[in-house]
C-alpha cells in the first residue's frame, strides 16, 4: 500500500508558466513533507520542506502547499525554467517518532521547454 | 562543506556474489540512512544508523545489512545478490535522526547484477 503517492508521472510545461507538482499521502500521522529534486546520475537533493502546522512554505521561485484535511500536499514553481527539469519526488515523515524515515513517493518527471 | 560521499559509484557484479557499499556523511552528520532506488519501486528506505546503532529498518530481506562506525562513516552489505537487487543505492545522512531533520543525499552507488 503506497503511503506517498505522486499520480502524475509527467508533467511538461513552457519556459515561464508555472509548474504544479501534486502529491497525495494516507498515513494521518505524517507532520513533516519534503519535496526533493533528482537529475540523471545524482542523488536527490532537498528543495523545500513544511511542517504539518503550517500550510503554506516559500522560498524563492518554490512554494510547497499543505492542505492536511484533504491529506494533500503540491509544489510551485514560477516561474519555470528549463534548468528545473528533472524528476521532483515527495517525501513525508513522522517527526519525533522511531520510526522517522522517509516515505517516498514515485516521482514526477518535469521538463521544461524553451 | 563536503557534502555525502558514496564509493563506488558503479559496480557489476554477478548473482550469488557478495557486495559491500560504502556512505561517508556531511562533515558532524551523526544520522547516516540507505535507500534503493530502481524504476518500478521508487526510492524504498532500507535503514537508519545512528551513533553505531541501528534505529530503523525497511522491509527487505536478511541479505540486506549495514553497520556504522565511530567516525559516522556507513557501509551496506548485500550478500547472495540476486538479479533483482540491481539498483542505485543511495545514503542519505542527517544532524540527528532522520524524522526530525533534513536529509541530505549523495550520488549513489549504481549495482548491477548480471
Known amino acids: 500500500d503506497q503511503q506517498v503517492k505522486q499520480n502524475s508521472p509527467s508533467l511538461s510545461v513552457q519556459e515561464g508558466r508555472i509548474s504544479i507538482l501534486n502529491c497525495d499521502y494516507t498515513n494521518s500521522m505524517f507532520d513533516y513533507f519534503l519535496w526533493y529534486k533528482k537529475y540523471p546520475a545524482e542523488g536527490p537533493t532537498f528543495l523545500i520542506s513544511i511542517s504539518s502546522i503550517k500550510d503554506k512554505n516559500e522560498d524563492g521561485r518554490f512554494t510547497v502547499f499543505l492542505n492536511k484535511s484533504a491529506k494533500h500536499l503540491s509544489l510551485h514553481i514560477v516561474p519555470s525554467q528549463p534548468g528545473d527539469s528533472a524528476v521532483y519526488f515527495c517525501?513525508?515523515?513522522?517527526?519525533?517518532?522511531?520510526?522517522?524515515?522517509?516515505?517516498f513517493g514515485k516521482g514526477t518527471k518535469l521538463s521544461v521547454k524553451p | 562543506k563536503a557534502g555525502v560521499t558514496q564509493t563506488p559509484r558503479y559496480l557489476i557484479k554477478t548473482r550469488g556474489q557478495q557486495v559491500t557499499l560504502s556512505c561517508s556523511p556531511i562533515s558532524g552528520h551523526r544520522s547516516v540512512s540507505w535507500y534503493q532506488q530502481t524504476p518500478g519501486q521508487g526510492l524504498q528506505f532500507l535503514f537508519e544508523?545512528?551513533?553505531?546503532?541501528?534505529?530503523n529498518k525497511g522491509n527487505f530481506p536478511g541479505r540486506f545489512s549495514g553497520r556504522q562506525f565511530s567516525n559516522s562513516r556507513s557501509e551496506m552489505n548485500v550478500s547472495t545478490l540476486e538479479l533483482g537487487d540491481s539498483a542505485l543505492y543511495l545514503c542519505a545522512s542527517s544532524l540527528v535522526p532522520s524524522g526530525l531533520d533534513t536529509q541530505y543525499f549523495g550520488p549513489g552507488t549504481r549495482l548491477t547484477v548480471l
Open positions: 544508523y545512528f551513533s553505531e546503532t541501528q534505529r
Open positions: 517525501a513525508a515523515s513522522v517527526s519525533g517518532g522511531s520510526q522517522g524515515n522517509l516515505i
